[in-house]
């Protein structure tokens, strides 16, 4: 089989592998999709912390079962799955209380272990969803991105009167705003970014204004309007975000992380304790993927508005520079194997 593997970063090659045997517990998966993320991109360069290295990448992928480990019922085989990145432990702390996507020992498919972007990948059987026949193929390779959004809102709680706020209009950005309106009917979300383009999806995929705070002053504008937010979710992750979240949050108002910067960032105690805020982070996912499969199945999401490429798996090296570096034009670029 063929894999794409980072030998080291700055180092992608396409090699010849031997087609893995599931293991107790596990499935094989023939990939048929696999979606590009930022956190592919990082390991290629080198700039992923926890990835080691030579690593197959791809983490958001689709396939169908074609072999089974002992332990594993037969009849899975043949079945369409997308395949949840996360694996766990399930005895520590964590795990315990249902956050196995902060296991001690975690383990991240694509990142601590070889991943989807391959003919073939191997997962525990738990980790491998069942799709209903209504979604297509690529459409089931967009359900990690979206369970990302499950998780962080899952958190924030979001109601339909609330007044949300969502920086960055990237893949996560995007997620997050088909979730806050086709799953929680949030009535106004607003939307920051400093990319033109990027808020023209915004707009596509429900943002009911959006805002481009390279060209002017969000909080100046969010003053002239009389608007303070009551939910903001910060999916651009830049340091300087949070403080200004803070200062703009309504009262008693959640903010939502999911950032992995290790530069400090400076926020008062005075700024959220004064005004009661509620700071979540979110990481991955934690078992949302029976979530997100029903929420696309009943159409209260849409994946079909972030994909905006398609590629053979061959061009995966092309695929990955475009994606990094045209964000006017690319949101997610899906694999597609064969
Ligand atoms: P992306 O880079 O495609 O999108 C980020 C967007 O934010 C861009 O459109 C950019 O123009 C915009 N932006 C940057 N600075 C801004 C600012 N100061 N104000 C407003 N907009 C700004 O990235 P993607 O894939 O959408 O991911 C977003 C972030 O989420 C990344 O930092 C990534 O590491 C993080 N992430 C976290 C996960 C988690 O589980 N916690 C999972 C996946 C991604
Ligand atoms: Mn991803
Ligand atoms: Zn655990």
């Known amino acids: 089989m063929q894999s794409v593997v980072i030998e080291q970063p700055g180092l992608l090659a396409i090699q010849q592998r031997p087609l893995p045997q599931p293991a107790a517990n596990e499935v094989r998966v023939k990939v048929k999709f ?17 990835a080691r290295y030579p690593r197959v990448i791809g983490h958001e992928f689709f396939g169908v079962i074609d072999q089974v480990g002992s332990d594993v019922a037969p009849q899975r085989i043949g079945e369409r799955v997308s395949v949840d990145p996360v694996v766990s432990c399930g005895h520590c702390y964590p795990c315990s209380i249902g956050r196995p996507n902060v296991c001690t020992e975690l383990q991240v498919i694509g990142v601590h272990r070889d991943g989807g972007f391959s003919d073939y990948a191997c997962a525990p059987a738990r980790n491998a969803y069942r799709i209903p026949d209504s979604i297509s193929d690529r459409h089931a390779a967009m359900v990690e991105p979206f369970t990302i959004a499950a998780n962080i809102t899952a958190h924030l709680q979001p109601n339909a009167a609330d007044i949300a706020l969502v920086y960055g209009a990237g893949p996560m950005g995007l997620t997050v705003i088909q979730t806050l309106k086709g799953v929680y009917g949030v009535k106004q979300v607003i939307v920051t970014d400093r990319i033109k383009e990027r808020l023209e999806m915004a707009q596509e995929n429900g943002a009911d204004w959006t805002f481009n705070n390279a060209e002017a002053s969000l909080p100046a504008e969010l003053e002239r309007r009389g608007i303070r937010p009551t939910l903001i979710v910060d999916a ?7 403080q200004e979240a803070i200062n703009l949050a309504s009262p008693a108002a959640r903010i939502g992380i999911m950032g992995f910067s290790g530069d400090a960032c400076t926020v008062t105690q005075h700024s959220i304790t004064s005004k009661e805020l509620s700071i979540f982070s979110s990481r991955l996912n934690s078992a949302r993927f029976p979530q997100v499969i029903e929420w696309m199945a009943s159409g209260k999401i849409d994946p079909q508005k972030l994909i905006t490429h398609c590629v053979p798996a061959a061009e995966v090296e092309q695929a990955m520079l475009m994606f990094e570096k045209d964000q006017r034009t690319c949101c997610k670029v899906l694999l597609q194997f064969d």
Do not use: K
């Open 34 to 50: 696999a979606g590009i993320c930022g956190s592919d991109v990082h390991i290629y360069h080198g700039h992923n912390p926890f």
């Open 236 to 242: 651009a992750c830049h340091p300087a975000i949070l």
